[in-house]
């Protein structure tokens, strides 16, 4: 019989190869964080003020169903909602007041304010 002669094994450069995955992580963390970037950009181009149906207040009053508070081309409505669908329940008189009249929410705290609340905890 002949003996096969031995294949040459590639040498494998472990630095090499630990660069490579390293870098491939680090450029799908920076992917992940450009999506966040550019939703959170995105969301802010689209402001309330230019639709017609705005939900001002919602409240749950059972495990399904909700109350809601929505100002609709001018009027605003008193909404049921629940598992049998959604009833008008009062249609208030006059005009909604403006946007202006509500105070605004309070902004998300940022990545980096609930990031330093998990480091200070930790």
Do not use: N
């Not at 309330?48 to 009053?61: D, K, L, Q, T, Y």
């Not at 009062?90 to 909604?96: D, K, M, Q, W």
Request: proline residues 7%; charged residues 20%.
């Amino acid at each position: 019989m002949m003996l096969a002669a031995a294949l040459p094994v590639a040498d494998v450069s472990v630095g090499a190869e630990l660069l490579r995955v390293v870098l491939s992580l680090a450029g799908i963390i920076l992917l992940i964080f450009a999506a966040g970037w550019l939703s959170r950009r995105l969301q802010a181009r689209t402001q309330p003020g230019g639709r017609r149906i705005r939900c001002v207040e919602s409240f749950a009053v059972g495990a399904r169903e909700r109350v809601l508070l929505v100002d609709a081309d001018g009027k605003r409505l008193l909404l049921g909602v629940g598992p049998g669908g959604m009833r008008t329940l009062h249609v208030y008189e006059g005009v909604a007041p403006a946007p202006a009249d509500v105070p605004p929410a309070a902004p998300a705290p940022s990545f980096a304010d609930v990031l330093g609340l998990w480091k200070r905890k930790s």
